[in-house]
């Protein structure tokens, strides 16, 4: 671990502190402070890697993670059917230690607890999890009572200095003369004084004094009382959670209920890695799990009865793999494929998902599909979440489907083709295109970051694209969906009318007399589908104008568009597929759109039988 301390040159002696301390804005007088930012850390070929460097680092790391917790908050309703009680975040010894890739996180919330989930997810606050971090805001030193001198342990608090609350109230908050309302639909409650004197070594029962504050649904405010005047002129702070002069508990969904007495606090689970491969035994995988059937699948989705069998019926940690498709056309060809189908099991209560459970090749799989006609990144983001919820030990999720593919000189992308996510030089696979910072000279800059494939899957592919004698399984797994399915046989060429070339492409130019089917310089591939590898570009945003297209694939090197992949990537370890049913262009149109998701969904059955089970 120290190494490298021979090279460390900072002194954290030589730091300047705020000359008004222990305020809000004093951590920000020491990070601005000139002589301070040109501290050494460690030196480098063109001098020194600066205390500002590090600084400047950090920032954009919390940016980047602030532009996640944006795209998988955006549309607040849907995100409200997230349960409560799993907390998300991020490990801030991870941040502090500059791990990468970076790992979600996940605590586990008692009733007691879950009373400013909604305030957090409203305003878009990143979570980090740590210990010690109770004494971060104190009480002054002439206080008489040690109990509130810093947050207790294990009771839930929140803690917000009143001019971060200030902040918060002209960003996010309405103040009218009956109530506070400091977040979207959430108000401000006190349920006694606001900051009492507490009693604890005069009198004679030595209880404290409650100053803890609550969180309330607006539309649930004409049964309080109207408020007092809050004092948010002064330094201070306030604190958000239980109060059992308040009882009002809330559930993982909807609003909250009196409960006529008072809660026993439990204490706060360790939060833990969302990826299981790093945490083997953790206590995310211990989510309890609601009474809630999905609906039996329509039989004309499923294979003959002769050759498929519903044959058992699994819990959901025997469930490893997941697979989310955007429509119902894809979900229905990795249907098809299933080699066993497996009967329902109970889900998690706040799960909208409908799965389809069962066996391709060794491994027990969970599939779904968004909510019908709803796309992108935050339906996506949702659904991969509730699917997380209710099987707990799914070790990564493959995302199947169709897209829009760019050819090139260098990638000869072809409708009917398959185009599989996989790390170029320093990118993860996936980028999501309309997530950024635009900057001077129409210059737009990427701000988000994505996790890269799994392991697992990378090792497969490896092997896969080694291997010098295919076995023809893609094309059998391609005719299966085609003698189940008559529409999602390959269309003929005549009928496949999109530009694929990059502007200034001569491939086109280039193609063969027999795989052009008009003047227009359209190229159809007459056999099978080709595998490519390379960056997918991922956004909420429908790509049908090629120069708007070509400037993406230039400037990022993408050979796939799609809109859902950057909801998934940092929810569940993922991998995209994607066969391609158009060039992302002004001719888009369903002609391909069968044949294309059956083509990915051959390639996920086909990559599935080469990974070794969990």
């Keep these: 671990m120290y190494e490298f301390s021979s090279a460390f040159l900072f002194k954290k002696e030589l730091i300047q502190e705020s000359e008004d301390p222990f305020k809000t804005h004093s951590a920000t007088h020491v990070l601005i402070n000139e002589v301070n930012r040109k501290l050494p850390i460690y030196r480098n070929r063109d001098g020194y890697i600066q205390f500002e460097d590090r600084v400047e680092h950090m920032h954009s790391v919390l940016e980047r993670l602030i532009n996640y917790q944006k795209c998988v908050s955006g549309d607040l309703k849907e995100f409200r059917s997230h349960p409560r009680r799993n907390l998300e975040g991020w490990d801030f010894r991870d941040l502090a230690t500059n791990h990468d890739p970076l790992h979600s996180r996940v605590t586990m919330l008692a009733p007691e607890g879950k009373g400013w989930v909604d305030f957090v997810r409203a305003t878009h606050t990143i979570t980090l999890f740590g210990s010690g971090f109770g004494d971060l805001i104190q009480t002054t030193p002439t206080k008489n009572c040690k109990y509130w001198s810093r947050l207790p342990e294990n009771k839930y608090y929140l803690a917000v200095a009143i001019p971060d609350l200030r902040r918060i109230l002209e960003i996010h908050g309405k103040d009218n003369d009956r109530s506070v309302e400091i977040a979207e639909e959430i108000i401000w409650h006190s349920p006694g004084e606001l900051f009492p004197s507490c009693q604890c070594k005069t009198s004679l029962t030595k209880d404290h004094c409650d100053p803890v504050q609550t969180l309330f649904p607006a539309k649930l405010a004409a049964i309080?009382?109207?408020?007092?005047?809050?004092?948010?002129?002064?330094?201070?702070?306030?604190?958000?959670?239980?109060?059992?002069?308040?009882?009002?508990?809330?559930?993982?969904?909807?609003?909250?209920?009196?409960?006529?007495?008072?809660?026993?606090?439990?204490?706060?689970?360790?939060?833990?890695?969302?990826?299981?491969?790093?945490?083997?035994?953790?206590?995310?995988?211990?989510?309890?799990?609601?009474?809630?059937?999905?609906?039996?699948?329509?039989?004309?989705?499923?294979?003959?009865?002769?050759?498929?069998?519903?044959?058992?019926?699994?819990?959901?940690?025997?469930?490893?793999?997941?697979?989310?498709?955007?429509?119902?056309?894809?979900?229905?060809?990795?249907?098809?494929?299933?080699?066993?189908?497996?009967?329902?099991?109970?889900?998690?209560?706040?799960?909208?998902?409908?799965?389809?459970l069962g066996r391709i090749g060794c491994h027990n799989v969970v599939a779904t599909c968004l909510p019908s006609g709803i796309y992108g990144t935050n339906s996506a983001a949702v659904t991969a979440s509730c699917m997380k919820s209710s099987f707990p030990k799914v070790r990564f999720c493959l995302l199947v489907g169709i897209g829009g593919g760019v050819s090139s000189d260098k990638n000869d992308v072809r409708l009917g083709d398959v185009v599989v996510s996989h790390p170029e030089r320093s990118l993860p696979g996936v980028i999501q295109y309309d997530l950024g910072k635009a900057l001077q000279n129409n210059v737009f800059e990427l701000t988000g970051t994505l996790r890269p494939p799994p392991q697992v899957l990378l090792s497969a592919i490896s092997h896969l694209k080694s291997n010098p004698k295919p076995d023809g399984s893609l094309i059998k797994y391609l005719k299966d969906i085609e003698k189940r399915r008559k529409e999602y046989r390959r269309?003929?060429?005549?009928?496949?009318?999109?530009?694929?070339?990059?502007?200034?492409?001569?491939?086109?130019?280039?193609?063969?007399?027999?795989?052009?089917?008009?003047?227009?310089?359209?190229?159809?591939?007459?056999?099978?589908?080709?595998?490519?590898?390379?960056?997918?570009?991922?956004?909420?945003?429908?790509?049908?104008?090629?120069?708007?297209?070509?400037?993406?694939?230039?400037?990022?090197?993408?050979?796939?568009?799609?809109?859902?992949?950057?909801?998934?990537?940092?929810?569940?370890?993922?991998?995209?597929?994607?066969?391609?049913?158009?060039?992302?262009?002004?001719?888009?149109?369903?002609?391909?759109?069968?044949?294309?998701?059956?083509?990915?969904?051959?390639?996920?059955?086909?990559?599935?039988?080469?990974?070794?089970?969990?």
């Design 224 to 356: 309080l009382l109207p408020r007092d005047s809050l004092p948010l002129k002064n330094h201070g702070a306030f604190i958000f959670g239980y109060n059992p002069l308040f009882d009002w508990v809330w559930g993982d969904t909807g609003d909250p209920q009196e409960t006529g007495s008072s809660v026993s606090l439990q204490p706060l689970k360790q939060a833990v890695n969302n990826d299981d491969t790093r945490t083997k035994s953790t206590p995310s995988t211990k989510v309890s799990i609601m009474k809630n059937p999905s609906v039996h699948l329509s039989k004309t989705f499923l294979p003959s009865q002769t050759n498929r069998r519903a044959t058992k019926t699994c819990v959901q940690k025997q469930y490893t793999v997941g697979i989310i498709c955007p429509m119902p056309k894809e979900l229905m060809a990795v249907r098809i494929l299933f080699d066993e189908y497996h009967k329902d099991v109970n889900t998690a209560k706040e799960d909208t998902n409908h799965y389809t």
């Design 491 to 614: 269309p003929i060429q005549d009928q496949g009318h999109c530009f694929g070339t990059t502007s200034g492409d001569s491939t086109a130019k280039k193609a063969s007399l027999n795989e052009v089917s008009n003047e227009t310089g359209i190229r159809l591939r007459p056999n099978h589908p080709v595998i490519h590898y390379g960056l997918i570009a991922s956004g909420n945003l429908v790509i049908k104008d090629m120069l708007t297209r070509d400037r993406l694939a230039s400037e990022y090197g993408a050979i796939c568009f799609e809109m859902e992949a950057a909801g998934v990537m940092n929810v569940l370890p993922c991998l995209v597929i994607r066969g391609i049913s158009d060039y992302a262009n002004s001719q888009k149109n369903d002609i391909w759109q069968e044949y294309a998701a059956a083509a990915a969904a051959s390639y996920a059955k086909l990559l599935l039988c080469v990974v070794k089970p969990a």
